[in-house]
């Protein structure tokens, strides 16, 4: 998607009442301090979006046993990585929380059981896009929890129960990776995508894009090819939440659409009436 795309969509966001839906390939940490291509599309987006009263995020980081949804009025900046330079430990996103939103959240799901929670933060998944889509932190932002042992459907028809949050001023964003292998990644300049990475990021793109959302539910039927593109699948749930909180009359728009060090898929996309 090129800049004046992204300022259709612009005119779009401004005449709709409800608010847009993101996926966010999210990658390296080093994407909230690097000014590469990936941040400069979170940039350029970020200016065409529409003020929203809160952001519901939804990050591979935060996975729990039960699901839980930040309910706290500060939340902190987790650093949840190793191994990185001191700048990247130093950024701080000092966003106000939504403990008013992260209650209608609980109070919308009622077949599934939400606790709220005030002891984690903004993880990495969350701050990382957000420093550079939203640099003021000056809109209230709180996190959904991912029960990693659900099934792929519990996800979906979470985020289907809570779909009307949308309408109530919330931007929702999950943040993930469509295909994300690091014990395969190359750090070599310029590496190219490996075979198998490509085929699981079409396949994907192209259920996206017709709706297929049960062949995408049952991604791992593909065998050996899902088995290397997520051989743990927490970067792809978001997804799931995605497609549940996504209406029909919806289509995607997908940019970031490169790999990042052969295995980590950076395709991301907007939601919109």
Do not use: C
Not at 49 to 73: C, D, F, N, Q, Y
Not at 199 to 209: A, G, L, P, V, Y
């Amino acid at each position: 998607m090129n800049l004046k795309e992204i300022s259709t969509l612009s005119d779009t966001f401004g005449k709709s009442e409800r608010m847009p839906l993101l996926f966010v390939g999210h990658g390296s940490p080093m994407n909230a301090v690097e000014d590469i291509r990936f941040s400069r599309a979170w940039k350029e987006i970020g200016v065409t979006l529409p003020v929203p009263k809160a952001i519901l995020s939804i990050s591979a980081h935060w996975l729990t046993r039960g699901t839980k949804v930040l309910a706290m009025e500060r939340p902190a900046t987790i650093h949840d990585f190793g191994g990185f330079p001191e700048e990247l430990f130093a950024q701080r996103y000092p966003a106000p929380g939504a403990p008013d939103f992260a209650k209608e959240t609980q109070r919308l799901s009622a077949k599934h059981h939400i606790l709220l929670d005030d002891e984690w933060g903004f993880d990495h998944g969350t701050w990382s896009v957000l420093i550079q889509m939203f640099p003021k932190a000056d809109i209230p932002v709180y996190q959904l929890s991912i029960d990693y042992s659900k099934p792929m459907s519990y996800h979906y028809e979470l985020a289907q129960e809570i779909r009307s949050l949308r309408e109530k001023g919330v931007m929702v964003i999950g943040s993930g990776n469509i295909v994300h292998n690091l014990r395969a990644i190359n750090f070599q300049k310029d590496a190219k995508p490996f075979d198998w990475a490509m085929e699981f990021d079409s396949t994907i793109r192209h259920w996206i894009e017709t709706g297929d959302h049960a062949s995408i539910m049952e991604f791992q039927k593909l065998g050996a090819v899902a088995q290397l593109a997520h051989p743990s699948y927490d970067h792809f749930l978001p997804l799931m939440y995605v497609l549940g909180f996504q209406h029909k009359e919806e289509t995607p728009k997908f940019f970031n659409t490169d790999f990042d060090m052969s295995t980590v898929s950076m395709r991301s996309m907007i939601y919109h009436q």
